[in-house]
């Protein structure tokens, strides 16, 4: 069973190495000393094996089920198809042989679709960040950023040329604001615009699932840059496909193109395909050819990673991904409804075991919902107790500590999915009433347990090795 695989490799790789290091060279002692550290606080990171049909799909990036069903892989097989004579290799970088026919048609589609200036492919949508980052703010300029914003953003700040980065409260416009007007009144040169700064947000956040209020993001810099130095640059990673007409995004869903500078898209979520796009105007494209070295100093990226994009955006194009984008809605309204009608999980919100963000007082009147629901877990190691619970009943999640979400908020992440079923998603929810019951009599002193069996299980495995 895939439950037993995962626990029994968890146990194995969580086992600390350095001591019985002693007699290999010091090189090798080293590293496993400071994987230890990781091993310790539980978060070591080991490649899994992929799971089958018997586990419920609550984790992967396939939101539209475009790989699952094969229709991206049709799509891409036509794509070969019409173009037979293609060359596997780019043979170069962009600014040099690198810069074929097909790419430059692709991009030019996608931008016309996306109701952009321009696109530009990159092999990542990580890769698509660290090049904006490192190419567009001019020596002196500020990045404002979201505090949670995703790993590839604050890597691209780490090269950024940007006199000073500044993060402001998750996803408020005040807290904008706030860091905006400081940033005046410290320096004169962003009054007078001869300095920019750069707005960095996600249009869904990775880790909270919540959906960036943007144009309330926008009115704050319009109002306190109004020379237009302030400009954002939008992760859309997680809503191309699953926002907007035809999986367009936010930006365009919000009818935000021209107030968006940059847009970086990923094609190896949703799409179903390989790579990242950034969409921009003529100026910042030509900023990122000039200076994005990681873009430019690397071989461009080839035909099949252009052509997987194509297939992918032909889909959406031609509306056949629609009817998983609506079902991806259906099926989240149904598992928050759900969530929300548990006396078990009702009861745990209400005693701050599990927080269900998501469940707010007017989800109902959402009008659209994401595809990413976390459930916090306040109480120490429950994210990785409830993944394995849940693991163990046959649902795929995934458990999020720090450093990758904030201290005190660890949570699991449930990815909703075209491909997942109505009885899934009942199942699921029972499943996870279930653990809330155990807890809530566990910290009640109702059953004669200290620990949720998943602990329990996991324990004995260890002592079991
Ligand atoms: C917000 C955000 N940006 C960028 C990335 C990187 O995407 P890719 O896998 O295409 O490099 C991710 C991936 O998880 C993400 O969540």
Not at 164 to 193: C, M, Y
Not at 334 to 359: K, Y
Not at 407 to 426: C, D, F, P, W, Y
């Amino acid at each position: 069973m895939y439950y037993d695989t995962i626990l029994k490799q968890w146990c194995e790789e969580h086992r600390m190495k350095g001591p019985s290091m002693r007699d290999e060279p010091a090189f090798y002692r080293n590293l496993e000393r400071a994987l230890d550290a990781r091993r310790q606080s539980s978060t070591f990171v080991a490649l899994k094996p992929r799971w089958d049909d018997t586990v419920a799909d609550f984790t992967s990036a396939d939101f539209l089920s475009l790989t699952r069903t094969g229709q991206i892989r049709e799509a891409f097989l036509q794509e070969l198809e019409e173009h037979p004579n293609f060359e596997l290799g780019a043979s170069g970088s962009r600014c040099q042989y690198g810069n074929y026919a097909y790419i430059n048609q692709v991009e030019e589609e996608i931008a016309d679709f996306h109701g952009a200036e321009t696109a530009f492919i990159t092999s990542s949508t990580y890769a698509a960040n660290l090049g904006v980052l490192s190419s567009v703010p001019l020596p002196g300029d500020a990045i404002v950023y979201d505090e949670l914003v995703h790993a590839s953003s604050h890597e691209g700040f780490r090269l950024s040329l940007a006199e000073k980065k500044v993060a402001f409260s998750h996803n408020d416009p005040e807290g904008l604001r706030e860091v905006l007007t400081r940033l005046k009144e410290e320096q004169p040169a962003f009054e007078a615009g001869t300095k920019s700064v750069l707005i960095c947000v996600e249009s869904i956040y990775s880790m909270e699932g919540d959906l960036c209020r943007l144009q309330e993001l926008v009115q704050v810099a319009e109002e306190e840059f109004p020379l237009g130095n302030a400009q954002f640059i939008m992760d859309e990673a997680h809503s191309v496909g699953i926002l907007g007409d035809k999986g367009r995004g936010l930006v365009s869903m919000l009818g935000l193109e021209k107030s968006i500078a940059i847009r970086i898209q990923a094609v190896s979520k949703a799409v179903g395909a390989v790579g990242g796009l950034i969409m921009t105007r003529k100026t910042v494209r030509s900023m990122i050819i000039n200076n994005a070295r990681s873009l430019t100093y690397s071989c461009a990226p080839s035909f099949p990673v252009a052509a997987s994009m194509r297939a992918g955006y032909r889909l959406l194009m031609d509306g056949q991904a629609q009817k998983a984008q609506e079902q991806i809605q259906d099926n989240v309204r149904q598992l928050l409804e759900l969530l929300s009608l548990s006396p078990e999980i009702e009861d745990a919100r209400d005693q701050g075991i599990l927080l269900i963000p998501h469940l707010d007082d007017d989800w109902t009147q959402r009008p659209v919902q994401t595809h990413i629901i976390p459930l916090v877990c306040t109480r120490p190691r429950h994210e990785l107790f409830l993944f394995f619970h849940l693991l163990s009943h046959g649902f795929n999640s995934y458990p999020f500590a720090f450093p990758v979400v904030p201290k005190g908020q660890s949570r699991v992440r449930l990815v909703m999915h075209a491909h997942n079923t109505s009885e899934q998603i009942t199942r699921l929810v029972a499943v996870i009433g279930d653990w809330t019951r155990e807890v809530l009599d566990i910290e009640s002193g109702e059953s004669g347990k200290q620990l949720p069996t998943a602990a329990l299980q996991l324990q004995a495995m260890q002592d079991s090795l």
